[in-house]
């Protein structure tokens, strides 16, 4: 099973699926004739892309000198092996190595002369896995016995990249802010499919290959490890920043596959001393090309939800955030049309808190330089800030009190000590971000462009927005029969009355129709 030369990937070329090897997957995103990739779960798709990525810019510059990027299976089979010229069988690139003092693909080899000490056995792909979900809901484990050997690639990759510390001997990537924190994958996305994607990034980082440096200058200008995979691991070593090239692929985890009895794939693990990067101290802030930098908190990694405040923040505010250089604009690479995308698998102390992906389309030159300019980012933040106010607003001042009424019975005197009416409550007024994520940043460019017509036009759908929310929850809330007329009509009072108060400013409210 060696992945230079044996068909293990399904791909999906023009809509039929096809299995390559390696280097004919590289050759085939080279030509943008993929239209998709199978075997990768959602949560799996972002790191196995900047795997690729890494690898061929390491293929292309750093190691071999080559600066185009070719479509030839041939040329990018000879490139790969030029990063691993001392193994002339190939074994860092095959899934299953017998000897443990030699390096497998993504999987660390022991020093010369060592046990081998990977005694845990991982039966399934899935259990290899980042994801840890609570009680086996939402992506369910164990369930792919039997998997092919495209799963195991898949999670190899996705798990020596990506994961976190999960418990004493399993550390993290340094890719990340903190051990309970995640790897983001924030970046522009030219139109075209999967290889338009690839292509693009790796002819930026080939460009700008001094930006990684400039931004973490610890990392070795020439001659630092690429292949992190290739170097013997005794499990209390750390490897240090200086000794790393910019676009090193990392490993963080003990881990060997094996063939069962059945001749099956099977993983066998073990734990280790130390992290397998001295990079604690950093926070994640090591050049990765895809990673946004807060520099109002001591220059950390980005580690939260993408929702659209935290996706403002890291477009607009110059002054909070260092964008990746994936998030930037590169003339002569990129066109006209691109999309802003978060990719980030939030995770928690032992727990996964969802895969969430979130796209801004960026149409035409005018908006890019919106984004790009930093007079026109800054009003752009701005304009976000006051949004993300009126939103917040909604929510709060406008909002809460109306529904805690219907809950109360109409009350006079609100409790918000209440447990038990703020539960009620609380779903409906999440309701105002869910309907405001998938359209903010198109209100956000026609306010930009447009003035205060588009104003208006935001102000009237939150305005549109607490109406539905409220008019839903009178339709829905446990009111008593008794008290319930009473309810809604105060209930209905306030929002009209906090509708006035808060946005009177933008619209006559007097008089509209709240119900």
């Not at 130390?274 to 990694?301: F, Q, T, Y």
Request: charged fraction near 25%.
């Amino acid at each position: 099973m060696n992945l230079l030369t044996d068909p293990l990937l399904p791909v999906e070329l023009a809509g039929s699926e096809t299995p390559l090897d390696l280097p004919s997957l590289l050759a085939a995103l080279a030509r943008e004739e993929v239209t998709g990739l199978p075997f990768l779960r959602a949560h799996q798709q972002a790191p196995f892309h900047a795997f690729c990525v890494q690898l061929a810019a390491l293929a292309l510059h750093h190691r071999a000198g080559q600066g185009d990027i070719p479509g030839e299976p041939e040329v990018w089979r000879d490139l790969l092996r030029r990063l691993t010229p001392q193994w002339p069988d190939d074994e860092p690139w095959r899934l299953v190595v017998a000897d443990p003092a030699k390096p497998a693909f993504m999987q660390a080899p022991v020093p010369e002369g060592t046990a081998d000490p990977h005694t845990r056995v991982v039966e399934t792909p899935d259990d290899l896995d980042v994801v840890v979900t609570s009680r086996n809901h939402g992506v369910k484990q164990a369930l792919a016995a039997d998997a092919p050997p495209a799963a195991w690639i898949a999670a190899l990759v996705t798990v020596q990249t990506t994961a976190g510390f999960m418990g004493a001997g399993n550390y993290g990537i340094a890719r990340m802010n903190g051990g309970f924190a995640t790897r983001p994958f924030i970046g522009l996305v030219p139109p075209g499919g999967a290889g338009a994607h690839w292509r693009r990034d790796v002819a930026v980082l080939l460009r700008c290959r001094d930006w990684c440096l400039e931004r973490a200058p610890d990392l070795a200008r020439d001659g630092g490890h690429g292949l992190l995979w290739l170097l013997p691991w005794d499990g209390s070593a750390s490897v240090a920043l200086q000794k790393l090239d910019p676009w090193f692929i990392e490993v963080c985890r003990r881990v060997r596959l094996r063939l069962d009895a059945t001749g099956g794939l099977v993983a066998r693990a073990t734990t280790s001393k130390a992290a397998r990067l001295a990079a604690k101290e950093r926070c994640g802030n090591v050049g990765d090309p895809w990673i946004p930098i807060e520099i109002g908190r001591g220059s950390v990694a980005y580690n939260t939800t993408p929702h659209y405040a935290a996706m403002s923040a890291v477009l607009f505010r110059r002054d909070v955030w260092t964008r990746p250089l994936l998030l930037d604009w590169h003339e002569r690479i990129d066109g006209p049309a691109m999309t802003a995308r978060f990719d980030v698998l939030v995770r928690g102390q032992g727990t996964t808190e969802g895969h969430h992906r979130r796209e801004m389309p960026i149409e035409g030159k005018k908006r890019l330089g919106m984004l790009m300019l930093p007079a026109e980012r800054d009003r752009l933040a701005q304009l976000a800030g006051e949004m993300i106010g009126h939103a917040r607003d909604l929510r709060l001042r406008v909002l809460k009190f109306p529904l805690l009424t219907l809950a109360q019975a109409g009350a006079e005197e609100i409790s918000l000590r209440d447990r038990t009416t703020t539960a009620w409550v609380e779903p409906w007024l999440t309701r105002v971000d869910q309907a405001v994520e998938p359209v903010f940043f198109g209100h956000l460019f026609q306010r930009a462009e447009q003035g205060e017509a588009a104003t208006q036009a935001w102000i009237a759908f939150l305005r549109e927005l607490a109406a539905t929310i409220f008019n839903d929850a009178v339709a829905a809330m446990p009111v008593a029969g008794a008290r319930r007329m009473k309810a809604v009509a105060v209930a209905e009072l306030r929002l009209r009355a906090a509708l006035k108060k808060v946005f009177g400013g933008y619209l006559e409210v007097e008089t509209a129709d709240a119900g």
